[in-house]
């Protein structure tokens, strides 16, 4: 089992940045890839950004150049850093890990982000 807590969320205006934080504990040995989805009201839950095992990243159009995920491996911690937020950044943003064991999936309970115009 592996627990993730996200903190750093709040309210910025357009333009301003945000740093997220996202806390593994457990048996983090099996966290394959970890990666930050977001969700905005009456919207689907979409994906931001993903770190791979082997630290490869990917991140969804609309935030490249402005979203950065990064990867403390020795405090099993995962990192969002957001540049130049948009109104439309507005959302829950979870943290997910994909598992190499049962459940094979575990998310964070999210943490608002708003941005104002």
């Known amino acids: 089992q592996v627990n993730l807590v996200e903190s750093g969320g709040g309210l910025v205006q357009a333009g301003g940045s945000l740093r997220l934080s996202c806390a593994a504990t457990g048996n983090t040995f099996s966290i394959r890839t970890i990666g930050w989805f977001r969700q905005a009201p009456g919207k689907e839950r979409e994906w931001v950004a993903i770190?791979?095992?082997?630290?490869?990243?990917h991140y969804k159009d609309s935030v490249k150049g402005r979203f950065t995920i990064s990867r403390d491996n020795t405090e099993d911690t995962v990192f969002l850093q957001m540049t130049s937020l948009k109104p439309e950044d507005t959302a829950v943003y979870y943290c997910k890990a994909d598992l190499n064991r049962h459940p094979f999936v575990s998310w964070g309970q999210g943490t608002q982000v708003t941005v104002s115009s």
């Open positions: 770190i791979e095992e082997s630290g490869t990243t």
